[in-house]
Nanobody, 118 residues
Framework: VQLQASGGGLVQPGGSLRLSCAAS????????IGWFRQAPGKEREGVSC????????NYADSVKGRFTISRDVTKNTVYLQMNSLKPEDTGVYYC????????????WGQGTLVTVSS
């Protein structure tokens, strides 16, 4: 059972990135999946979540209107499209199981680093 985040990189302010969360060993669509980020010196912050089956989504106020979470069931992958990126979006992004999208992350995989800088 494994979750693997990818797609991070260095981007200028105002730019875009799409992160991917691929699962192996289990079916992502059966779980609520969230993204959280960890920046140096800051607490972990939940960014977005999609409920099992993709019926609902939620976003942190800090990313609302800029980030979009989605699923591709055929690829067993969850995406996080990030637009209008800001320096404060910098951090390591992780995808994780998030039961009920309630801010608890019992299982996560390796993260991917996003750096927003000019």
């Amino acid at each position: 059972v494994q979750l693997q985040a990818s797609g991070g990189g260095l981007v200028q302010p105002g730019g875009s990135l799409r992160l991917s969360c691929a699962a192996s060993g289990f079916t992502l669509d059966a779980y609520s999946i969230g993204w959280f980020r960890q920046a140096p010196g800051k607490e972990r912050e939940g960014v977005s979540c999609t409920s099992s089956g993709g019926g609902s989504t939620n976003y942190a106020d800090s990313v609302k209107g800029r980030f979009t979470i989605s699923r591709d069931v055929t690829k067993n992958t969850v995406y996080l499209q990030m637009n209008s990126l800001k320096p404060e979006d910098t951090g390591v992004y992780y995808c994780a199981t998030e039961p009920g999208c309630r801010g608890q992350f019992p299982y996560w995989g390796q993260g991917t680093l996003v750096t927003v800088s000019s």
